[in-house]
Every structure is written in C-alpha cells, then in structure tokens.
C-alpha cells in the first residue's frame, strides 16, 4: 500500500522488504516481533544490525539486561513516538506528545519507573532515558534523604560519622524538605 | 510483579542522569545518600546544567579566573554562587542563587536614576569597601526621595518569582526616614507596577538575617499575610487577593550577610518570553521632609524562596 514511500526513506538497512520485523530477545526468554522502524529507534539494536553484516532476518538479538515488562514499557513509548514521526515527519506534535507521556508515566510505580530507565540506559535510548530521569527527578525533589534511599533501594554504605560531616557540610539544603 | 528493591540498583550515570534534573539544594543534600550518590553528586556531567553560558563567558572574560583554575563544576558553581561579579561596566553585580541555580542581580545606585544624585548638596558619590561597586549614593539631604532602577528581562531566569531589595546602611546620623512611609513599585515598563509600603528606619526593629540562608523572611504586618504566594500577573483572581493584603503589609528592613541592610521592595514573576525591562521606584514625594544619613549601594534582584 503506502508504505513504498517509508520504506524506500529508510532503506539504510539490508533488506528491501516491506514491514520488515525484528527479534528481539529478552532477559526471560520472551521474544518480541518488533517493526523495524520502531526497534530502530533502539541505538543498542540499531547498531547491532548495522555492525555486523552476517545478520539475517531470522536473528534473534538477545537482550540479556531487559525484562519483559520492561520491554513491554519501552515498545509502547517508542511505537507512540513513531507513530508521532509517521503523521508529522516534520515537527512532533508538541501537545499531543505531552499529553500521551504525562498517561504513560502516571501508570509506572516507582519500581517500573527504574526497570524502565535501567532498559532505556542500557538499549541506549537517549530521548526515552532524558525523559524518564526527569520523571524520576520530579519524584525525589525535595524529598528527605531516607526517601530517596528507599526509592533507590540504595542501602547508606557510609559511617555514621561521614554522614554526619557531609550533612554538616551542606545544612542549608536539608532545611524544609518535605516529610516522607 | 514484584521486584526486590536491591536487585534493581541504577548505575551512576542514570544516578547522575536523575539528579541533574533537580535542583543544586536537592542535590547537594542528595550527596548524603550513599557514596554512588556523592560521586554522582560530585559529577561534571550533573553541574553543567546550572553553569549557563553567560556566567561562563562572563568568568572567563574576567581574566582573574581562568575556567581550567577550577577542579570540577561544581566548585565553579559554588564559587558563582559565592562570588558575584561585576558585568556590564560595573552596573551590575551578578551570582547565581545558590539553592535553585536561578540568575540574581544587583543593580549599583550608579546605574539607577537617582532625583538631584548629580547635586552634590544632596547626594554624594562615596567609594567602601565594603561596597561591590566602587562608587555607592550616600544621601546628603534631600525632600524628595526617588530612586529609581531597571534592568533588561532577557537577564532573568525564567518561570522565575524574584524579589526586588534595596540595599543600604545608615551612617549613624541618618534623620526623617522614622515612621516614614515610602512607597516602593516593582513591574514591567509599560505595565502598571504593584505598589508597596516599606520603610528604611531601624527603629522598629530588624528582622535577622541568618547569614544568607535565611528563609524568605515574613514582613512586619498589621493585618494576615502569607508570604508563600507567588504574584502571578496574568491571572486576575490572583491579584485581587493579593492587593488586598497588601493594604495590611509594610516592609522593615532585615540585616544581610555581608552586614547591609535590605528592604523588600515586591515581587514579580518572570515567564520568559515577556521581553522589555523591569522597573523598581523607591519614592516618598507626599511629606517631603528633609532626610538624611543614608548609603544606598543598590537593588538586589533574586528568586524568592520557594520552600
């Protein structure tokens, strides 16, 4: 149908084939059947592909730092972000790409959150990883230090008396935090 | 699905990557977390956000201070914050605000339109050292007082409340500024200013300045006040309520870090996109009795204390 036009722009890639599919292996052994516009939205895969020419449509690249459920967050967002790219090529719709990230994040606990931003990290995902951290920056300002260690599921690996000194140093930014 | 906390730890460049869109209080306390923390805390990458290039043009154009003399960002940060300097020929003195990384101003009494500044029967041209500027407005006698300053918006941060100060310190033989109301006005020119009461003797009392880490203090009022609340122009709700209470409110001098006094003159939210200049008037045109004794260095310009 219409797609000779998005194929024929992004034939940077081997094959000539239409609505060409790549695999997607994750950590638990799940394999995803992703559009090839959309994985390559993924630096990690697009430079796998890119890489290495003995390649073949029947590879499975595996993804061994990725959950499923992570996968699942990340397809959806960079689905929604092609899909923007596809309607309008040339400027995103601004509102309407607010309005779908503000119902995405609101829908992540804490923990799919880290999942999310740990998998957009290590698939090199610059715009989803930016967009996530701020999410996460939102979460923790001004929150006391205890917090944010829980948040993190980072344990305090200082002495008492090198927290004691590094509180010491910077008093003027632990007054008025909200409480936990 | 449940996920055990500690199976999930972030390395310290997505560490680094969250902390970056905080705020430098925030990450500065944050610094206490763990020691993955401090070192992200301590990171370039997490600085460079709150170093803009003006105030980097602006040191490296100092030559005192060549960018390579510092070992991280963060100490040149804690140094902008610290250090103000002197930009646009000496009239204006510039830091960054240590808790929000916001832009703050000082505009010297010399840049400022000052009624009879040029009459030395009246106002003198005095240079201290305790002064950011080499020269500051030591007021000799005048009836009519009227300080007036401005400064460019494109200067500000944006989606900003600051608040507008002047900065003085008595002589010790200062006279006619005791119970005398002098009005105060800060807005955008062309726009009509809000008008405050305020007053520049220490008779009633001084408010105490907890060497610049003092809150946002509460005003000397007769009447309810809350000084949390942004003032935003666009919205007309907003303002009525807040001119109601500004007829219950006067504004006292408080004491400064650096052993100045300062008075609060209004605030303003900045948006960002509102070009043209900000105009702050200090007047008492209404008794114009004689006054005396009075050394004024400048108006300051900083964000209001959010929390």
Redesign the interface.
Known sequence: MSSSIASSSSSSSSSSKKEKKISLKTSDGEVFEVEEPVAMQLEIVRSFFADNEDVTEQTVMPLPNVSTAAMHGILEYCRAHEEFRRRMPEAAPEEEVRAFEAGYVDRKSNEELKEMILAANYLNISKLLDFLTGVAAKRIENKSVEYVRAFFGVENDFTPEEEANLRREYEWAFEGVDED | ???D???????E???A???????P??I???????????SAAESDVVWDRFLTPEYLSVISGCGSSSLSMWSSKKELYLRACHNPVLIDEGKLSFWLD??SGKKCYMISTRACKIEWGDTTIYWNWISLPEARFPEVAKLIDVCLFDIEGKINTSLLSPRTTYVAYLVFKPTGEEYGFEDCPIDATVGFVGSEGRKQTIYLDTDRGLIPWDAW?Q?DHVPWHAGLFNPGEPITPSVPEEEEEEEEEEDHVFYVPSVRGDGWLETELGKFFYQGHEDGELEIIVMENLRLHWKSGLIFQGIEIRPKRS?
């Open positions: 699905m449940a996920m906390a500690g199976m999930l730890s972030l390395p460049d997505c560490i990557a969250v902390i970056s869109f905080t705020t209080r925030d500065c306390r944050l610094s206490s977390v763990s020691s993955l923390f401090k240590k808790r880490e809150v929390r």
